[in-house]
Each structure stands twice: as C-alpha cells, then as structure tokens.
C-alpha cells in the first residue's frame, strides 16, 4: 500500500498538468487580488454601489442570503480606505468557489490520466486487493489539494502585501487555522467525489462536468425541489440538504464563521472523503480491469 502511494505522488509530481494546475492557482490568487482592488475603485467612484455591497455581507453574515449561481466574491467597502485583514480577503476568494473549480478540473484530470496510459491494466493483476488503487489515487489527490490551497495562500498574501503595503495584514491565525481545515476538508471531499465519478464512468469529462455544474450552483433547483418535498412530508423539520453538501457548505465556512459552521463543514467533508472512498475502492475491487 505505502508502496502504491509512494508511486501515485512520484506520478502527481512528474505530470505537467499537476504543476500547470499550481502555477493557475498561483495564478488565480493574483487574479482575485486585482480584481478586488478594481471592485473598491469601483465602490470609491459610486456610493449607491458600495453601500449595496455593504447590505449583501450583512444579509449574508446573517444568513439570510440565498445561493447564488455561479463564482462570486463580495469585496468589503471597509477595504476601500480601511485595513484588509489577509484572513477576511484569503475567506471572500475561497468561498467564492473559484479555488473548487481547479480543485475539479485538477482532480479529473489526475483520477482519469492512467486510463490513457494502461497504468491500471499493468499494476492491478499484481494488486490482491485493487480497491487500494483508488484510495491511493485519493492519498495523492489530498496532498496536492494541499498544495494548491497552500499555494493560494501564499500567492495571495504576497500581492496583497505588494499592492496594498502596510493596509494589507496577518490577523490572529487561530482565526484562520479551523476556516482553512475546514475549507480543505471540504475541497478534498469534492476531489473525492470526482474520483468517485471518474471511476464510476470512466470519463474525466462525465466527472469535470459534474463538478463544475455543482460548484457553480447549477444543482440549487433541484436541492429547493428535495426540500419542499421534505418540506411536505414532515413540516416541522427545518431541512436544507446543501448544509449536508460540499459545496453547499463552502461559501458558509469562512473566516468569520461560527464554530458550529466550521465543525458542520469540516465534518461533511471528512463524510464525503470516506463514503467517496470506500465506494471507489468497491468498483475497482469487483470490476473487471480492461
């Protein structure tokens, strides 16, 4: 088994893609920093458009905002003359989803890669148990989910620190800390998911799909239509089923977060990483490897 990963994180770390995927995330971070600071000159140049920024982090501190489809961030209009506490901006740009669409994109790409290449076909007759496959498979996608979210982390703070100076600062990490965990947590448990998927189907595209449908909000329809049906059935229940989904619970978890939040993310992620798995690991030990 120890073996088995050694091999799948030497395979990460040689594929082009892994390091295209860390150099976009690096990328990505650098993006988001210039575009906030392009969304406060816009706020500094419209009052009316600042202080309707202001009512939506209200509304959504309070939860009292609803999902919306697609990727987006809310830049605080504090920040236009104020401080930016590196927690607060690294929390807006994970919880926008942005950061999850890599993670998809990278997490197909890597689970799909040996069906082109026979790895698969050459490896499991050796293997008395090839379930250990995928969980090796998602050993490796955990460490580089690391990796980007680490990656992120620091390329955002570097350009924060460039382009804002002295206004731009590192609060208290145990602030930080539980919202990262909990983020990573629950980034890990989509990459699980799409391991699911592309072993299920044995299509990248099927899986990337799949996900970016998901991190986008494109599933929120059909989340409403389970809850009135749950709604129906027993009234008295308070019930949303995206608090009990990955990305339901990504734009919730941030740093402000409550520790009932983070603890509710961070264990539906840990849940999906091990259902994901254990029902990876079944297909690949009852399928037949062509």
Partial sequence: ???????????????????????????????????????????????????????????????????????????????????????????????????????????????????????????????????????????????????????????AGVMGKILWGGRFYLGSLTDMLPFLGAQYLLNLGIAALILFFCILTKSSAFSMTAGIMMVMGLFVPAYSIINRAVAEIRPAWDFDISLYLPDGNIGLAGVNASAEILSRAAAVGAVFVVLCAAAAMLIMKKRDVR
């Avoid at 939860?63 to 607060?88: C, F, H, M, T, V």
Wanted: glycine letters at 6%.
């Fill in 1 to 155: 088994m120890l073996n088995l990963i050694k091999m799948d994180l030497y395979r990460m770390f040689h594929t082009l893609s892994t390091w295209i995927t860390i150099l976009f995330t690096a990328g990505m971070a650098l993006f988001c920093v210039v575009m906030v600071q392009g969304d406060l000159d816009a706020m500094a140049e419209d009052p009316a458009y600042a202080q309707e920024m202001e009512q939506e982090i209200e509304s959504a501190s309070d939860g009292n905002e609803d999902r919306q489809l697609g990727l987006y961030a809310e830049s605080d209009p504090e920040w236009i003359e104020g401080k930016i506490e590196a927690g607060e901006f690294i929390s807006t740009q994970l919880q926008s989803g942005l950061f999850t669409l890599f993670v998809v994109i990278f997490a197909a790409i890597f689970a799909n890669a040996e069906q082109k290449n026979g790895y698969i076909k050459n490896i499991a007759g050796q293997l008395p148990n090839r379930g250990v496959l995928a969980l090796s498979k998602l050993t490796a996608s955990a460490v580089q989910v690391f990796i980007m979210i680490m990656t992120f982390v620091l390329a």
